[in-house]
Structure formats: structure tokens, C-alpha cells
């Protein structure tokens, strides 16, 4: 993961999104500790076994400095 973070920062990128199948917690803490942040989930987009699963999206911006007005 930290190389796939280092590799988005150094090609520019100013953003980076995850997508992770609900009840992943240990994903879902992993990401967080390598400084994403939860930014909604998408319902039941997710199928496996005949199931159907929410995905929650996650995001890393690289800089604070989004240039935009809030």
C-alpha cells in the first residue's frame, strides 16, 4: 500500500480512492492508518456468492491545499 500511496504522489496525482467491500474492517483500519478517510458508501453495488454488498469509498489527498473556496 505505501508504494502504491508513493507511486501516486511522484506521477502527481492529487488524490488517490480506495473502494472496500463492507465488513472488511481490517481494511477499512488500514487505510485509515495510512491517513484516508471514509467518504461515503456505495448500496449494494457489490456481488459475490449471490449476495449483494455495500462498498465503502475512501480517499487520500495528498495536500491540504485544495485551491478551492469552501
Same mark, same amino acid.
Given at each position: 500500500?505505501?508504494?502504491?500511496?508513493?507511486?501516486? !504522489?511522484?506521477? %502527481?496525482?492529487?488524490?488517490? #480512492?480506495?473502494?472496500? #467491500?463492507? %465488513?472488511?474492517?481490517?481494511?477499512?483500519?488500514?487505510?485509515?492508518?495510512? %491517513?484516508?478517510?471514509?467518504?461515503?458508501?456505495?448500496?449494494? #453495488?457489490?456481488?459475490?456468492?449471490?449476495?449483494?454488498?455495500?462498498?465503502?469509498?475512501? !480517499?487520500?489527498?495528498?495536500?491540504?491545499?485544495?485551491?478551492?473556496?469552501?
Amino acid at each position: 500500500m505505501e508504494s502504491v500511496i508513493i507511486s501516486g !504522489q511522484e506521477a %502527481g496525482l492529487h488524490t488517490i #480512492v480506495a473502494r472496500i #467491500v463492507a %465488513g472488511n474492517r481490517e481494511s477499512i483500519h488500514l487505510h485509515e492508518a495510512l %491517513g484516508f478517510t471514509h467518504i461515503g458508501v456505495m448500496k449494494e #453495488v457489490g456481488s459475490k456468492f449471490g449476495r449483494l454488498f455495500d462498498v465503502h469509498i475512501m !480517499q487520500k489527498i495528498y495536500s491540504p491545499e485544495s485551491g478551492r473556496e469552501e
